[in-house]
Nanobody, 126 residues
Framework: QVQLAESGGGLVQAGGSLRLSCAAS????????IGWFRQAPGKEREFVAA????????DSADSVKGRFTISRDNAKNTVYLQMNSLKPEDTAVYFC???????????????????WGQGTQVTVSS
């Protein structure tokens, strides 16, 4: 089972960019689909984007399509979330999660998550 740690959050003005990283420790990283989720105060955790173990397939929520890009470097055991054109409504704690033998599409259901990171705060000011 992998352990996950997010980094890269912070405070940014609307229209700005941030890149989040999700570093994994453990074995067989490439066998895990990795997803990004976010949770704003008073709201449920929601799916943002996910990538398959090989990196060949991705999926993202409609709210971030065209602005956020997910990628991974299996040699570094790391998944990235490049966030551009940030909006105040993107403000949330962002979590990464791992699903063994999952797909970019099954990650969105959050039904077979094996590991969660501790989260990183992203705040977008208007």
């Amino acid at each position: 089972q992998v352990q996950l740690a997010e980094s890269g959050g912070g405070l940014v003005q609307a229209g700005g960019s941030l890149r989040l990283s999700c570093a994994a420790s453990g074995r067989a990283f490439s066998s895990y689909a990795i997803g990004w989720f976010r949770q704003a105060p008073g709201k449920e955790r929601e799916f943002v984007a996910a990538i398959s173990g090989s990196g060949g397939s991705t999926d993202s929520a409609d709210s971030v399509k065209g602005r956020f890009t997910i990628s991974r470097d299996n040699a570094k055991n790391t998944v990235y979330l490049q966030m551009n054109s940030l909006k105040p409504e993107d403000t949330a704690v962002y979590f990464c999660a791992a699903e063994r033998f999952g797909t970019a599409q099954t990650m969105a259901a959050m039904q077979r998550i094996a590991s969660w990171g501790q989260g990183t705060q992203v705040t977008v000011s208007s």
